[in-house]
């Protein structure tokens, strides 16, 4: 089915709304073009407003400037090279300069098409399809003076002038659109030039694909509703990675295990969130309420986030920080957790401070140095030097804080700073050794330093559980090991975005190139075309080695390795791969390996499954409003409010999906709070006997048909809500036996029937066609009493009140004419 009208002006609103004439005059380059980034100007002219009219084609320079993901190949003269951007030399020395040109030009094409003066568009020097498709989309959509072909050939063959230029040929086709919509007018003319393909399928289906789910920003509430078993759970897994993850969705979608390996992934680095509703799910579990937690033998009352607060702070936090090395390898440092004031206290200004000057401050100490103070011991007799009482040596926590602060931290030690106890908001290296300054902090004790580098420092500030296992403690400094910080997560933070350096699949090591990399396999090919796939438990063990100082990358070369260290890995193999290994070791030390949680896009998916089991008012809230599209952070009439517990004030980012899931055995579409059916798109996903008719018969027996007949006459006796899945069938596909079908209708289906009509076994029996049974074996429900039976039971006399009494026959279930006689 074509793409309507609607839809492609919707898209064009959906720039417009993006892309105001202020925010491009705003504009910087990171925002103009990033080959990471999908919110990019420049990705929204090729791929998010490609069904207004295509630029596709060509390479990446059309936009003046690009930004590489590898290495240039080659010199080309017209283009220079810097660290990361790539730029047409006419605009200027360098990327900053060539930015600043394009960035004019651009502003230049949106003034001359607001004022009518499309002939001065021609003299302007950025590429055609560029410019022109700036001046259709900025033009007066009422009074038009540009159609959305942006190619000069395709204009000359629509206007049979094989000279004309853009303006002339754009204004003699306007004569003849009387009044039909320029957009539409603009694809009439495509399609009657009889190309290879009309505009609507001139990219591929994956193209397409990706760029529709880019385009429908508006589809962020979805439901898939149907009845029992039509995969509505198994296909969030697909539409969150597609959401999440689009172009490994679209590389991988045929292979299930990879793709459900992928969710897992994401659900661990919480870029997923998965929730069941229920009828006890309240507010309190979903967005914020008070817990009780136990310290030091001490019950206090805290706020703790829901999973849909969580989700909504991550997907919001964005790092205002990033150090100029992006990259920073973990392996072999300490890690710290420190709290830099209280965030509702009076010294809450010292974190900002700190974050200002480069530095971190203790707030134990008081106005004492330490600067001679080597070990514990020498710490509390400075402390009682100064007159402070220390009453037990060996846990007073003000020589344990400044111990740790002076003697234990090490330059290249990390420090995660906390925001309470449920958040964190900056990480950051140390640099120098302890110092004392009492001059850095007016009215406060805050005299002990050490200078750091700050990595990341986030706003907001970041859940616990995108970094941490479980909840901080109250206590200002203190080491972090692996049962507390996921060091998985704080490595991929750390990771850089700048993946042009890293290693990756389709990086060049030594000689080779890398194929593909998992959680299990790097996959290497070599110069005679093979592939080697390496297990990444050795590499990781062989960098782990080398980064601790145990061997060196020589070592590895020389075949020493096993001469210095005691491994379990394998000897022949790390010594008969020495040119690959070596190499591939060095590198990942020196520049970081490409982590499985990197991501295509800055989207998240919370997963509400069941979502119609749940209380909506009760467990949305105030909130219901702000997950609408338009209502969300940065929309139209974006909306905030105060929470209740907390009193922050609350968005909903627009990068957070909500899918739900819906049984309509449970509950039927009419009967859902209608503030939820307002402000989400339903999808309904009813049996696919397509994939059943893909099983293998089985004595005879056709599952499709068999499936279809029976679900014909669910909604013949009750309604289609009740109908059927076929993925309760779908294991017959690889076990086509007779015993698998009895089992799954003995454990399954027959229960789900005699729940749909409330024991009525009669009924159940004609769902089975066994009222056309002439052979009473064959039906699956029997009277369970004969009348010979009654008698000797009840007396001659005696009649039965209410319904006959009915039982499965279990030697049905392993007869195949049976269930022939369900369809035949």
């Known amino acids: 089915m074509g793409i309507t009208l609607e839809k492609r002006l919707s ?86 300069e060539a930015f600043d040109t394009i960035k004019k030009d651009i502003l230049k094409v949106i003034a001359c098409i607001e004022s009518g003066d499309v002939n001065t568009i021609q ?153 069941t509703f229920h009828q006890s799910f309240s507010y309190e579990d979903f967005v914020e309420g008070l817990k009780a937690t136990t310290e030091n033998n001490q019950v206090n009352y805290e706020i703790e986030d829901g ?79 100064d007159g402070v009482t220390i009453e037990k040596e060996s846990s007073d926590y003000k020589v344990t804080s400044v111990n740790n602060f002076k003697n234990e931290m090490s330059i290249g030690d990390l420090i995660v700073v906390s925001d309470g106890n449920r958040k964190f908001r900056a990480i950051a290296e140390i640099t120098s050794d302890y110092y004392f300054d009492d001059s850095l902090v007016a009215d406060v004790s805050y005299s002990q330093a050490r200078k750091v580098t700050w990595h990341r420092v986030y706003e907001p500030s970041l859940p616990i559980d995108e970094l941490f296992k479980k909840n901080l403690s109250q206590m200002t400094l203190y080491r972090l090991y692996g049962t507390t910080i996921d060091t998985d997560k704080l490595r991929s933070i750390l990771q850089g975005s700048d993946d042009s350096d890293t290693v990756a699949p389709g990086s060049t090591v030594g000689k080779y190139q890398v194929e593909s990399i998992t959680s299990e396999l790097i996959t290497i090919r070599k110069s005679n075309g093979s592939e080697l796939p390496i297990s990444k438990v050795i590499v990781d063990e062989l960098c782990d080695l080398v980064r601790t100082g145990r061997i060196s990358i020589e070592d590895i070369k020389s075949k020493q390795v096993f001469d210095k260290v005691d491994t379990t890995i394998e000897k022949n193999f790390v010594n008969g791969y020495l040119n690959v290994l070596a190499p591939l070791v060095e590198a990942i030390i020196n520049k970081g390996i490409s982590l499985a949680n990197q991501v295509s896009s800055d989207n998240r998916v919370l997963i509400i499954d069941e979502i119609n089991r749940g209380n909506i008012s009760n467990i949305f809230g105030e909130l219901i409003t702000l997950i609408e599209t338009s209502k969300r952070a940065g929309g139209k009439e974006a909306l905030s409010v105060k929470l209740p517990y907390s009193k922050e004030p609350f968005t909903v980012p627009d990068n957070l999906h909500i899918i739900g899931t819906m049984n309509t055995a449970d509950k039927s579409l009419a009967q859902l709070d209608i503030a939820l059916r307002r402000r989400f798109e339903f999808v309904e996903m009813m049996t696919n006997y397509e994939l059943l008719e893909k099983t293998p018969d089985i004595d005879g027996i056709n599952v499709s048909q068999l499936v279809r007949t029976i679900n014909k006459r669910i909604e013949l006796l009750y309604d289609r809500e009740h109908t059927i899945g076929h993925s309760f069938f779908l294991p017959l596909k690889d076990n086509p036996s007779i015993d698998l079908l009895a089992e ?38 029997v009277e369970q009493f004969d009348a010979e039976e009654v008698a000797l039971l009840m007396g001659e006399d005696w009649e039965q009140p209410g319904n006959q009494s009915y039982c499965r026959n279990t030697h049905a279930l392993k007869s195949a004419e049976a269930y022939i006689g369900i369809y035949s």
């Open 11 to 96: 898209a064009w609103d959906d720039f417009l709304t993006r892309w105001p004439k202020q925010k491009v005059k705003e504009l910087t380059l990171e925002e103009y073009v990033d080959v990471n980034n999908r919110d990019t100007f420049a990705y929204w002219l090729e791929h998010r407003t490609k069904i207004l009219g295509s630029i596709r084609g060509g390479d990446s320079s059309k936009f003046g400037i690009y930004r590489r993901n590898k290495p240039p190949k080659g010199e080309r003269s017209h283009i220079k090279h810097g660290e990361v951007y790539s730029w047409i030399a006419r605009f200027g020395k360098t990327e900053e």
């Open 123 to 275: 003299e302007i020097g950025l590429a055609d399809t560029l410019k022109w498709k700036l001046a259709f989309l900025y033009q007066d959509a009422e009074n038009p003076t540009v159609i959305n072909i942006f190619k000069r050939d395709m204009l000359r063959d629509a206007c049979s002038d094989p000279t004309g230029d853009f303006s002339d040929l754009y204004r003699s086709l306007l004569k003849d659109r009387g009044d039909m919509h320029i957009v539409q007018y603009g694809y009439e003319i495509w399609n009657s030039l009889e190309e290879t393909e009309s505009a609507d399928s001139e990219v591929d289906e994956t193209e397409t694909t990706l760029a529709d789910n880019n385009m429908n920003t508006n589809k962020l509430n979805t439901i898939l509703y149907g009845p029992p078993g039509t995969g509505k759970t198994y296909n969030t897994i697909n539409k969150s990675l597609e959401i999440v993850d689009p172009e490994f969705y679209h590389e991988n979608k045929e292979n299930r295990d990879l793709l459900k390996k992928r969710f897992d992934e994401l659900l661990n680095g919480n870029r997923i969130g998965f929730i």
């Open 307 to 385: 999973i849909f607060k969580r989700l909504c702070e991550s997907a919001r936090a964005k790092p205002t920080i990033k150090a100029a090395q992006d990259h920073v390898d973990i392996s072999g440092r300490k890690i710290w957790k420190m709290s830099l004031g209280d965030t509702s206290g009076d010294d809450a200004f010292i974190y900002q401070q700190c974050v200002d000057n480069g530095y971190v401050l203790l707030g134990y100490g008081y106005d004492i140095d330490f600067s001679k103070a080597i070990n514990r011991k020498e710490v509390i007799k400075a402390y009682r030097n």
């Open 744 to 781: 799954i209708f003995e454990l399954q289906i027959l229960p789900l029937l005699e729940e749909y009509f409330f024991e009525d076994w009669e009924r159940v029996g004609m769902v089975l066609g066994d009222h056309l049974k002439q052979d009473e074996s064959l039906r699956f429900v």
